[in-house]
T-cell receptor, first 112, second 114 residues
């Protein structure tokens, strides 16, 4: 089973809202990732968690705040987003960093 | 020089033909290489991984890696219309603090005509 789940599938939020994206995997993977993908562009890495510790932050604005409550869950907290933050947000996991990454279905975010 | 380069296409092949997708990378220290397929509006799906020089076959797919030339390719035999998608080449530096940092090429759009 190589399933990564993400909720919600779609999210529309205003610039003053606070919302959270959730990601879950039950494959025993110890590395989890957040990516942002704009239309017709490749995914761009935002954050990497390894053994529940943040190991890579790709200079992401502070309005995006990741959290890894346990080895199966990954959250992305959103606050004061801009319209240009509208994108597909992808979660992925792998056994360890450097291994094959499996992506969830994504959350399509629209900021109005 | 971009880190991972692919021809953006579109690459059009007839049904039943071999589709050949190419990728070059700039970081000679890169350790692992992946091909993902992405249908429009969907998330990337892993189809092949390759870690050492040579060929790796899985069904209709063959990945080829040449580290000396910094070149990765994907061959799709007996192409089907359902193979029509964007194919993303991804490279993992795989060392030190960059491990886990997957760098994607811009993707090649493949169209298989019935």
């Amino acid at each position: 089973d190589t399933e990564v789940t993400q909720t919600p599938k779609h999210l529309v939020m205003g610039m003053t809202n606070k919302k959270s994206l959730k990601c879950e995997q039950h494959m025993g993977h110890r590395a989890m990732y957040w990516y942002k993908q704009k239309a017709k562009k490749p995914p761009e890495l935002m954050f990497v968690y390894s053994y529940e510790k943040l190991s890579i932050n790709e200079s992401v604005p502070s309005r995006f705040s990741p959290e890894c409550p346990n080895s199966s869950l990954l959250n992305l907290h959103l606050h004061a987003l801009q319209p240009e933050d509208s994108a597909l947000y992808l979660c992925a996991s792998s056994q360890r960093t450097g291994d094959e990454q499996y992506f969830g279905p994504g959350t399509r975010l629209t900021v109005t | 020089q971009k880190e991972v380069e692919q021809n953006s296409g579109p690459l059009s092949v007839p049904e039943g033909a071999i589709a050949s997708l190419n990728c070059t990378y700039s970081d000679r220290g890169s350790q692992s290489f992946f091909w993902y397929r992405q249908y429009s509006g969907k998330s990337p799906e892993l189809i092949m991984s390759i870690y050492s020089n040579g060929d790796k076959e899985d069904g209709r797919f063959t990945a080829q890696l040449n580290k000396a030339s910094q070149y990765v390719s994907l061959l799709i035999r007996d192409s089907q219309p359902s193979d029509s998608a964007t194919y993303l080449c991804a490279v993992n530096r795989g060392y030190g603090g960059s491990q886990g940092n997957l760098i994607f090429g811009k993707g090649t759009k493949l169209s298989v005509k019935p």
